[in-house]
């Protein structure tokens, strides 16, 4: 049997730090994320009713805009938080617990450029009505980009030897190299400067929840807490 | 009088290292990846619909 206090200890700091983030992100979101978002889909709908042959379906549930869609979203967000600290946690239980909250806003710093600001570079967010490529071409690159970005870093980190973080430096940059996948024919519904908006918002917002990720998993995790 | 020291041998430290960090660690973050494709990532519609804000802000590929 495995030890049982620590899995325990993990998985209790991981729903502290999830929720409060998640909590936090959700707030930050109405800023400037979700009041773009909004607004953009006041253009996806106009081409919807224009179009019919749109990928949103309407015909499933949604959450009302409001309150409801905001719960939802909130709880999405936990679920991102808990997911994203179970996985720092995973590391830093391998690796050595943090002495200090301040040391592990590191952590959260390396989650963001692995989780998003990589990604993000070849496949921006997108606010809806954007035309994207197929959705598996490109959920295939946003992983492989994900695994090279967090081993490329690890090795630069914690590699011995030089060949070792040179290897790190190229999985960094390889995606990029490659390409995302492209739509065939690029557009929106949304004006370019709505879109930009939305990707220097989420840029932020995301800074601020990998922070809180960091920080929060830092200060429930720590060493003999 | 001290206390008689523990010498522990190779499998034995492989053992509780297992124990006490790879499973755990293992099992916290299998957890965690089922959340992440569960929020981020199933197709079925009601589960997209619902997390749908979250994951265009957290930049997954999205329908």
Redesign the interface.
Same mark, same amino acid.
């Given at each position: 049997m495995f030890n049982l206090t620590t899995f325990r200890e993990l998985v209790i700091a991981a729903l502290w730090t999830g929720l409060l983030a998640g909590l936090l992100l959700t707030a930050v979101q109405q800023i400037q994320v979700i009041p773009t978002l909004l607004q953009a889909e006041v253009y996806e709908d106009a081409v919807t009713v224009a179009n019919a042959a749109n990928s949103h379906d309407h015909q499933d549930w949604q959450p009302e805009n409001g309150w409801e869609r905001t719960f939802y979203t909130a709880l999405a967000n936990i679920s991102l938080g808990v997911g994203f600290a179970l996985l720092i946690g995973a590391i830093m239980c391998l690796r050595g617990r943090p002495s200090h909250w301040r040391m592990s806003l590191l952590w959260g710093l390396a989650g963001y450029l692995t989780f998003f600001v990589s990604p993000s570079l070849g496949l921006p967010p997108e606010v809806p009505g954007t035309e994207a490529a197929k959705l598996a071409d490109r959920q295939s690159w946003w992983l492989i980009t994900v695994l090279d970005t967090g081993l490329g870093l690890s090795l630069l980190a914690f590699a011995k030897t030089k060949t070792y973080k040179f290897f790190g430096a190229v999985l960094l940059v390889s995606p990029h190299l490659i390409g995302a996948p492209q739509p065939e024919v690029p557009g929106s519904a949304a004006p370019a400067e709505l879109a930009q908006t939305f990707i220097s918002a989420a840029f932020f917002a995301n800074a601020v929840f990998w922070l809180a990720i960091g920080g929060l998993m830092g200060q429930f995790y720590k060493k003999d807490s | 009088m001290s206390s008689t020291p523990v010498l522990l041998n190779n499998t034995q430290i492989h053992t509780e290292v297992?124990?006490?960090?790879?499973? !755990?660690?293992?099992?916290?973050?299998m957890?965690?990846?089922?959340?992440?494709y569960?929020?981020?990532?199933a197709e079925a519609?009601?589960v997209h619909?619902?997390?749908?804000?979250?994951?265009?802000?957290?930049?997954? !590929?999205?329908?």
């Open positions: - | 297992l124990k006490d960090k790879i499973l !755990p660690a293992m099992l916290a973050g957890l965690g990846l089922a959340l992440l569960t929020a981020g990532f519609a009601q619909n619902a997390a749908h804000d979250g994951r265009h802000s957290a930049g997954f !590929p999205c329908h």
